[in-house]
């Protein structure tokens, strides 16, 4: 349930970013950024599923990016 609550807005919010202009480094580091962090969630959840650090900071480095992606879309969108 959590990957189809936060991947899907976390998925839309860089592409709305390229549309607006973000350059090719925003882009990448938040992708690179969303597939680590699911990974990581995703072994920690297969291979314990105990809530164990890995599993927390995981989850919170998606909803990091989704703040961050919005931030700069609202920041690009005031400023323009």
Do not use: D
């Amino acid at each position: 349930a959590n990957f189809v609550e936060t991947v899907p807005i976390a998925l839309i919010l860089p592409v709305l970013m390229e549309l607006n202009g973000a350059g090719p480094a925003w882009l990448h580091s938040m992708g690179g950024i969303l597939v680590v962090a699911r990974v990581v969630h995703y072994i920690t959840i297969a291979t314990n599923p105990a809530k164990t650090p890995p599993r927390p900071l995981s989850m919170t480095a998606t909803l990091l990016l989704i703040l961050v992606a919005a931030g700069w879309l609202l920041q690009h969108l005031l400023i323009n």
